[in-house]
Every structure is written in structure tokens, then in C-alpha cells.
């Protein structure tokens, strides 16, 4: 498992490896920025019932929104475009 | 993720990391592949308004493998977890970022690199940051504790990785940061212990 799978898995969100750095301990190691959020999710403290739906919700999201073939900002954009060509303005 | 490691193995690691780092809180020079102290931090590009700040025996002691500070902003007033803080440079420089509303404490497994770390913050006089003789794995602090979490050149070395994450995510708060540099393994590590001891990651 990579770290960035670990990170999922401890229940992070927005994980990211963002750049090397250059200072690596050994040949066959390099050093690496990661980056990784605990959601903020207020309701999860109103019931278990409301937090496993919550999580899986944002496991939906996390990975909608993964980086992919198209990156983050891309996908982002694209949704947005259609929301708004959908005629929602929420 | 650690089913191949016998207790054996888990005992010589840890063994290990704990003789490495005993020498390295004396000093880091010479014990790393890549460079340390005040060239370390020139090159990772630190704040060089923060570091012109700290007395040479402090810069001296640095040995991460990355800038966890440029991940992101750390707020004045923020508080904030350093996990596996050796000689505690990034902690205090945290310190110094969150300022007199804010606090960082560092937390590491060697009791050597704590004392190093604890001699380094005296010299500096800086009074909100605070360390703790701790291993990452069973933090003392309680839920939702810290704005933001930093690790340099940690958990690579910790074999259940697994409970280090579940610690951090636990004392975040919601919404709270995670901002790591850390080695990874560019190809699969070889399978002995010797080579885990230098570096592994899996």
C-alpha cells in the first residue's frame, strides 16, 4: 500500500502528493511533500447513522474528484459548468 | 502491511533507529545522504527571515528530507503537532509562525533527540513551543486537539504506519492540515533488515 493509500484509509480527505524534493536518504528512496485534510464534517457528531453516510459520501467526492487523467481544478470546473448549464444556481 | 515483520524484526528496527538517532542529536553531519543544518534549510528554501533568527547550534541540528512548510500557511494563534520532531527545528520555527497565540509542540521517541530538542529551544528563548518524549503511535493528546500536523523524515521509518495515521487523524480537528515530507520507496525494498534500518518504506 502507498502512503497516499494510507492516508485514505486512516480516513483523510484532499490526500496529495504534490512535488519530490530532491533529498533522498538513499538510492532507492526519494523524499516526497504530502498533503492531506481531516474533513470537516460538524454533523458526524449527530449520530453514527449520519457520520457512515457522510463518509461514504465523501469517499464518492475524494474519488470523483481524484486526480485523474484530467486534474482537480479541471474536474472541478467541469462541474461547474454544468451545474450552471443545468440552470443551478445553488 | 507489517504481517512479514516478526516481533524479532519490529525489535531490531526500532533498536536500530533509536542508535542512529542517538548519535544524530549530537550532531547530523556526516549521518545523511543529502545535506543538513543551515545548507539543508537554504536548499529546502525555509523562511530565511525565520531561520537568520535561530542561534547557529539550533540551524546545526536540522536533518529533514523536505519543507513541510511549504505545503501551506500556518495561521498566527494556530496550534500545532510536529510528529517525530528530532533536535525540534521545525517546531520551533512553528512556534515562531504561530506566534505568542498559538503553540507547537514536537513529539519524538528518542529521549536523546529530545534533549537536543529541549536545549535548542532554550537558547532560543521562545516560550510557546513545548516537547515531549512520545512514540507517534500512542499520542498523549486528547481528539481534535491541532490545527495543523507537520512530520520531516518520520514515518517512513515507524513499521506500523497504519496507527501513526490513525493517531494524527484523531488529535486533528476537523478541517485540520496534514503537511508531510517523507522518504519514499522509488522500487520495491529489498526484503532484510539492514536495508530496512537504512531506509524503508512499504
Given at each position: 500500500?502507498?502512503?497516499?493509500?494510507?492516508?485514505?484509509?486512516?480516513?483523510?480527505?484532499?490526500?496529495?502528493?504534490?512535488?519530490?524534493?530532491?533529498?533522498?536518504?538513499?538510492?532507492?528512496?526519494?523524499?516526497?511533500?504530502?498533503?492531506?485534510?481531516?474533513?470537516?464534517?460538524?454533523?458526524?457528531?449527530?449520530?453514527?447513522a449520519g457520520?457512515?453516510?457522510?463518509?461514504?459520501?465523501?469517499?464518492?467526492?475524494?474519488e470523483t474528484?481524484?486526480?485523474?487523467?484530467?486534474?482537480?481544478?479541471?474536474?472541478?470546473?467541469?462541474?461547474?459548468?454544468?451545474?450552471?448549464?443545468?440552470g443551478c444556481?445553488? | 502491511?507489517?504481517?512479514?515483520?516478526?516481533?524479532?524484526?519490529?525489535?531490531?528496527?526500532?533498536?536500530?533507529?533509536?542508535?542512529?538517532?542517538?548519535?544524530?542529536?549530537?550532531?547530523?553531519?556526516?549521518?545523511?545522504?543529502?545535506?543538513?543544518?543551515?545548507?539543508?534549510?537554504?536548499?529546502?528554501?525555509?523562511?530565511?527571515?525565520?531561520?537568520?533568527?535561530?542561534?547557529?547550534?539550533?540551524?546545526?541540528?536540522?536533518?529533514?528530507?523536505?519543507?513541510?512548510?511549504?505545503?501551506?500557511?500556518?495561521?498566527?494563534?494556530?496550534?500545532?503537532?510536529?510528529?517525530?520532531?528530532?533536535?525540534?527545528?521545525?517546531?520551533?520555527?512553528?512556534?515562531?509562525?504561530?506566534?505568542?497565540?498559538?503553540?507547537?509542540?514536537?513529539?519524538?521517541?528518542?529521549?536523546?533527540?529530545?534533549?537536543?530538542?529541549?536545549?535548542?529551544?532554550?537558547?532560543?528563548?521562545?516560550?510557546?513551543?513545548?516537547?515531549?518524549?512520545?512514540?507517534?503511535?500512542?499520542?498523549?493528546?486528547?481528539?481534535?486537539?491541532?490545527?495543523?500536523?507537520?512530520?520531516?523524515?518520520?514515518?517512513?521509518?515507524?513499521?506500523?504506519?497504519?496507527?501513526?495515521?490513525?493517531?494524527?487523524?484523531?488529535?486533528?480537528?476537523?478541517?485540520?492540515?496534514?503537511?508531510?515530507?517523507?522518504?519514499?520507496?522509488?522500487?520495491?525494498?529489498?526484503?532484510?533488515?539492514?536495508?530496512?534500518?537504512?531506509?524503508?518504506?512499504?
Amino acid at each position: 500500500m502507498d502512503f497516499l493509500a494510507m492516508l485514505k484509509k486512516a480516513g483523510f480527505s484532499d490526500t496529495q502528493m504534490v512535488a519530490e524534493t530532491g533529498f533522498n536518504s538513499s538510492p532507492k528512496t526519494k523524499g516526497t511533500l504530502f498533503r492531506a485534510f481531516k474533513a470537516a464534517r460538524a454533523v458526524e457528531k449527530n449520530g453514527k447513522a449520519g457520520g457512515d453516510f457522510l463518509s461514504k459520501f465523501q469517499e464518492f467526492f475524494d474519488e470523483t474528484y481524484a486526480q485523474g487523467a484530467l486534474d482537480r481544478k479541471t474536474k472541478h470546473l467541469i462541474a461547474l459548468g454544468a451545474s450552471l448549464a443545468a440552470g443551478c444556481e445553488a | 502491511m507489517q504481517n512479514d515483520m516478526t516481533r524479532d524484526d519490529l525489535d531490531k528496527i526500532e533498536a536500530g533507529i533509536r542508535q542512529k538517532y542517538f548519535e544524530v542529536a549530537n550532531t547530523p553531519d556526516g549521518k545523511f545522504q543529502y545535506p543538513t543544518g543551515r545548507k539543508g534549510l537554504e536548499i529546502l528554501n525555509y523562511d530565511k527571515t525565520l531561520i537568520d533568527k535561530l542561534p547557529n547550534a539550533v540551524v546545526s541540528s536540522y536533518c529533514g528530507v523536505g519543507n513541510p512548510f511549504s505545503l501551506g500557511k500556518i495561521n498566527a494563534g494556530a496550534k500545532v503537532l510536529d510528529v517525530g520532531c528530532g533536535a525540534g527545528v521545525d517546531t520551533i520555527l512553528a512556534g515562531m509562525m504561530v506566534g505568542p497565540n498559538g503553540s507547537a509542540v514536537g513529539v519524538d521517541m528518542v529521549p536523546e533527540m529530545i534533549a537536543r530538542a529541549e536545549s535548542n529551544l532554550k537558547i532560543t528563548g521562545i516560550v510557546n513551543v513545548s516537547f515531549q518524549n512520545t512514540a507517534a503511535e500512542n499520542l498523549s493528546f486528547p481528539d481534535d486537539t491541532f490545527d495543523v500536523v507537520i512530520s520531516n523524515g518520520v514515518i517512513n521509518l515507524i513499521p506500523d504506519k497504519e496507527a501513526v495515521l490513525a493517531e494524527i487523524h484523531r488529535v486533528l480537528k476537523p478541517g485540520g492540515h496534514l503537511m508531510v515530507a517523507d522518504q519514499i520507496a522509488v522500487s520495491n525494498v529489498q526484503k532484510d533488515i539492514k536495508a530496512r534500518l537504512a531506509n524503508w518504506f512499504q
